[in-house]
């Protein structure tokens, strides 16, 4: 079992910057493949980024270039990094972890998640 606590949102203005942590329990990480989902209000869960067991790390396009997502597997913790945020990207920040070896997970990999954190970007 793994338990997935996520930290860091917060209310900030257009262009700012934030970064957000996932700290995990129970397993170590090393081996887990970690992502970062949103949800905005009255919308899906969308993926943001992922990091992969093995090194990769991918972004949907509308956070390229802006967000980064980086792992400590000694720290047992994910982080992502958001800079020059928008009022769009206002939603509630979700960490997963999935034992998949795929390369790009399916939703339904994903069997541990966070509470979520709140990220809130005005204009």
């Known amino acids: 079992q793994v338990q997935l606590v996520e930290s860091g949102g917060g209310l900030v203005q257009a262009g700012d910057s934030l970064r957000l942590s996932c700290a995990a329990s129970g397993r170590t990480l090393s081996s887990f493949t970690m992502a970062w989902f949103r949800q905005a209000p009255g919308k899906g869960r969308e993926f943001v980024s992922h990091?992969?067991?093995?090194?990769?790390?991918y972004y949907v396009n509308s956070v390229k270039g802006r967000f980064t997502t980086a792992r400590d597997n000694a720290k047992n913790t994910l982080y992502l990094s958001m800079n020059s945020l928008k009022p769009e990207d206002t939603a509630m920040y979700f960490c997963a972890a999935t034992d998949s070896q795929r390369t790009f997970p399916t939703f339904d990999d994903f069997k541990y998640w966070g509470q979520g954190t709140q990220v809130t970007v005005s204009s």
């Open positions: 990091s992969t067991w093995n090194g990769g790390t």
